[in-house]
């Protein structure tokens, strides 16, 4: 069951449009938000003119599909409310597709804005057929006004307004935002390949149909997909779901690929995928398979578990503003923390949708969603299982093995090891690829409390 969150809202005056001196302008009234003053009651994060409008359309319409597609039971219905972020030099646009496989970003950098300041702050906005079919009519001489606040969008031509009204957000994108950062953390730039190459690979992409996963090596600037894994090669799983990256093939410069080391036999990873336009960057990150949404990938579960890391979080963020980049280095010297006690708290944080990671920049960057820390992890069932073995007395150390009794059943833990071991079914099924299992995380916080 997909929850959301309600949220109510007010304004000091409806929304309108009137002229001004060069152009008509659309004056979005807001309501409540958080800037780097605290909580305000009527802030503006953008207002001004895009560089590339064509380009900038075509980016927001890609997120949008994303938000408006289930890849995996493409028969149910999906959502759409995409995510917007001002961070003072870029605005950052942000969806998950409704089975939460795939997350799109499209970055607009500061030289694909024309004039205006850019804000601070984060909303989500429901983006809806006629706001897409403006867009889609969008040329690339038409000038193109765009103002974001922190509950609404408003995209306008010269010809006239659309105002797009806020949407809660689904749960599962709440975790998904926290599996994504950390497990993007771990990519490393893969491959760079010219525009043409680019295109001519992703247009032979298989798009219909339940098209094999495959891997992508690189050979010189050119892509060769293979069935297999290799050093060096970045996995591919369902190759339709690029399919929204068209969209933008024909404004392109470069196309990146991430992921992260992997080795003959290794098992099905997620990778991004990022297409480089004037002033802006598109990316696509793919879940490991169709039918794993990053909601389930349990990349949070380890930096959740310790005991230290609430404290961290909360000091951390008093500490974070806004950051396009955030430098962990910099927070440790701050805080008086080891750079691995940062990132554990910046994970705990985008558990609250406060942080994100850019593969791009190798950087976290700060945001803020409508949800409180912590609220994620009431909705992890292995987190959850794992704090009441514990309190339980369900464990007992006996040197290099720990034994952990869950109901009738006794389940055999080897906690030296650098990724725990365990004897239940899920160990067994998934080896550690979706993260640790409710027995492996009630061992790691039993040695986390003998070792205070």
């Given at each position: 069951?997909?929850?959301?969150?309600?949220?109510?809202?007010?304004y000091l005056?409806?929304?309108?449009?009137?002229?001004?001196r060069?152009?008509?302008?659309?004056?979005?009234?807001?309501?409540?938000?958080?800037?780097?003053?605290g909580?305000?009651?009527?802030?503006?994060?953008?207002?001004?003119?895009?560089?590339?409008?064509r380009?900038?359309a075509?980016?927001?319409?890609a997120?949008?599909?994303?938000?408006?597609?289930?890849?995996?039971?493409?028969?149910l219905?999906?959502s759409?409310d995409?995510?917007?972020t001002?961070?003072?030099d870029?605005?950052?646009?942000e969806?998950?597709?409704?089975?939460?496989?795939?997350?799109?970003?499209?970055?607009?950098?500061g030289?694909?804005?024309?004039?205006?300041?850019?804000?601070?702050?984060?909303?989500?906005?429901d983006?809806n057929?006629?706001?897409?079919?403006?867009?889609?009519?969008?040329?690339?001489?038409?000038p193109l006004?765009?103002?974001?606040g922190?509950?609404?969008?408003?995209?306008t031509?010269?010809?006239?307004?659309?105002?797009?009204k806020?949407?809660p957000?689904?749960?599962?994108?709440?975790?998904?935002?926290a599996?994504?950062?950390?497990?993007?953390?771990?990519?490393?730039?893969r491959?760079?390949?010219?525009?043409?190459?680019?295109?001519?690979?992703?247009?032979?992409l298989?798009?219909?149909?339940?098209?094999?996963?495959?891997?992508?090596?690189?050979?010189g600037?050119?892509?060769?997909?293979?069935?297999?894994?290799?050093?060096?090669?970045?996995?591919l799983?369902?190759p339709?779901?690029?399919?929204?990256?068209?969209?933008?093939?024909?404004?392109?410069?470069t196309l990146?690929?991430?992921?992260?080391?992997?080795?003959?036999?290794?098992?099905?990873v997620?990778?991004?995928w990022?297409?480089?336009?004037t002033?802006?960057?598109?990316t696509?990150?793919?879940?490991?398979?169709?039918?794993?949404?990053f909601?389930?990938?349990?990349?949070v579960?380890?930096?959740?578990?310790a005991?230290?890391v609430?404290?961290?979080?909360e000091?951390?963020?008093?500490?974070?503003?806004?950051e396009?980049?955030?430098?962990?280095?910099?927070?440790?010297?701050?805080a008086?923390?080891?750079?691995?006690?940062?990132?554990?708290?910046?994970?705990?944080?985008a558990?609250?949708?406060?942080?994100?990671?850019?593969?791009?920049?190798?950087?976290?960057?700060?945001?803020?969603l409508?949800?409180?820390?912590?609220?994620?992890?009431?909705?992890?069932?292995?987190?959850r299982?794992?704090?009441?073995?514990?309190?339980?007395?369900?464990?007992?150390?006996?040197?290099?093995?720990?034994?952990?009794r869950?109901?009738d059943?006794?389940y055999l833990?080897?906690?030296?090891?650098?990724?725990?071991g365990?004897t239940?079914?899920?160990?067994?099924?998934?080896?550690?690829?979706?993260g640790?299992?409710k027995?492996?995380?009630?061992?790691?916080?039993?040695?986390q409390?003998?070792?205070?």
């Amino acid at each position: 069951m997909v929850t959301q969150t309600a949220q109510a809202f007010s304004y000091l005056r409806p929304s309108e449009v009137y002229s001004g001196r060069e152009s008509k302008v659309v004056g979005l009234e807001t309501s409540g938000g958080r800037t780097p003053k605290g909580a305000e009651a009527n802030p503006g994060f953008f207002s001004g003119f895009l560089a590339e409008p064509r380009v900038a359309a075509s980016g927001l319409l890609a997120v949008a599909d994303v938000a408006a597609t289930r890849y995996y039971q493409p028969t149910l219905k999906s959502s759409l409310d995409p995510v917007v972020t001002g961070n003072g030099d870029r605005l950052r646009f942000e969806s998950f597709s409704g089975c939460c496989g795939v997350y799109a970003r499209l970055d607009i950098l500061g030289e694909g804005l024309d004039g205006g300041e850019i804000g601070e702050g984060t909303t989500n906005v429901d983006v809806n057929t006629p706001l897409r079919i403006a867009l889609s009519r969008i040329q690339a001489n038409d000038p193109l006004y765009l103002r974001v606040g922190p509950d609404e969008l408003a995209v306008t031509t010269l010809d006239g307004p659309l105002v797009e009204k806020k949407v809660p957000l689904p749960q599962r994108w709440l975790r998904g935002f926290a599996e994504t950062q950390v497990i993007a953390s771990a990519f490393d730039l893969r491959a760079e390949v010219p525009a043409g190459d680019a295109a001519r690979f992703l247009r032979s992409l298989p798009t219909r149909g339940r098209a094999p996963d495959l891997w992508v090596l690189p050979i010189g600037q050119t892509l060769r997909t293979t069935t297999g894994p290799a050093p060096g090669a970045v996995c591919l799983p369902g190759p339709g779901r690029l399919a929204t990256l068209n969209r933008v093939l024909r404004h392109a410069r470069t196309l990146r690929l991430y992921g992260p080391a992997v080795a003959a036999g290794s098992p099905p990873v997620a990778s991004a995928w990022e297409v480089t336009l004037t002033g802006m960057r598109l990316t696509l990150m793919l879940s490991p398979q169709v039918s794993r949404g990053f909601s389930g990938e349990g990349a949070v579960l380890e930096a959740l578990a310790a005991d230290e890391v609430q404290a961290d979080a909360e000091l951390i963020s008093v500490l974070l503003a806004w950051e396009p980049r955030i430098d962990v280095g910099d927070l440790a010297q701050q805080a008086g923390l080891t750079t691995h006690r940062v990132r554990s708290a910046l994970t705990r944080l985008a558990t609250a949708g406060r942080v994100g990671y850019d593969a791009a920049e190798a950087a976290y960057f700060h945001r803020e969603l409508p949800y409180r820390v912590g609220q994620a992890e009431l909705h992890n069932p292995r987190l959850r299982d794992a704090r009441e073995l514990v309190r339980a007395g369900a464990v007992t150390m006996v040197g290099e093995t720990a034994s952990v009794r869950s109901g009738d059943d006794v389940y055999l833990v080897d906690h030296h090891r650098a990724v725990m071991g365990c004897t239940c079914q899920w160990w067994v099924r998934h080896r550690g690829g979706r993260g640790p299992c409710k027995h492996a995380l009630a061992v790691r916080m039993t040695t986390q409390g003998e070792n205070r």
